[in-house]
Each structure stands twice: as C-alpha cells, then as structure tokens.
C-alpha cells in the first residue's frame, strides 16, 4: 500500500507561483507513473500533469509554459511547479500513483480512473 502527503499549496494573487510537492511511502513502484490532478468545487476532477520514471511528461494544454512536473527518484517525490497562476488554476490538487511504467495516453476522465493511489489533496487558490 502506497501513502502519498501533498504539501505546497496555498492563496497566491494571479500571476504567483507555488511549488508542490508529494512523498510517497510505504510500498512504492520502483518504476511509477505519477500524475496531478485538479479538482474545483461543483467539477469533475482532471489532468494536470503527469510524468514517467525517466522524465517523460504529458501536460494539459492550459498549463503548457506554466507549469513544469518532474519527479525525485531518490527521496520518492514528485513536485509540481506553477508559474504564472491563473484564477481558473483554482482548486484542490491530488498526486496519484499507479504502477504501470507508462503513463496512460487518452482523455483525463478515462484516464484519471486508471490510478490506483491518490492523496488527501492540497488546495491552491488563486485570487485576481
């Protein structure tokens, strides 16, 4: 069983930055697919960013030039940084885990059902 703790998030004014970040422990994947997600009140949770063991990442398109993903192998730490916030970057963000080296391609609602280890949340809000 996998633990994953957000941290980082936080109220920035429009055009901030934040640095989140997720430690796993307990029962890792030595070579893991991991991933953000965002979740606003009254909407269904999607994509951010994900990324694989060797770096390869997939961004959602709103975040592209933002926002950079990467992940910390030796300390089990995925982080998210976001430049330039925008007030729609509202919401509650989740690190997910699942064990498959590739991370799954296709639309976010599908594939946010294919993780199988989510955290707590951390909530980022964006003011304008």
């Known amino acids: 069983q996998v633990q994953l703790v957000e941290s980082g998030g936080g109220s920035v004014e429009s055009g901030g930055s934040l640095r989140l970040s997720c430690v796993a422990s307990g029962y890792t994947y030595n070579m893991r697919c991991m991933g953000w997600f965002r979740q606003a009140p009254g909407k269904e949770r999607e994509g951010v960013a994900t990324?694989?063991?060797?770096?390869?990442?997939r961004y959602d398109d709103s975040v592209k030039g933002r926002f950079t993903i990467s992940l910390d192998n030796a300390k089990n730490t995925l982080y998210l940084q976001m430049n330039k916030l925008k007030p729609e970057g509202t919401g509650m963000y989740y690190c997910?885990?699942?064990?498959?080296?590739?991370?799954?391609?296709?639309?976010?609602?599908?594939?946010?059902?294919?993780?199988?280890?989510w955290g707590q949340g951390n909530q980022v809000t964006v003011s304008s």
């Open positions: 990324i694989e063991r060797d770096g390869s990442a």
């Open positions: 997910a885990e699942r064990a498959q080296t590739r991370c799954p391609a296709g639309d976010w609602w599908t594939v946010v059902q294919m993780y199988s280890d």
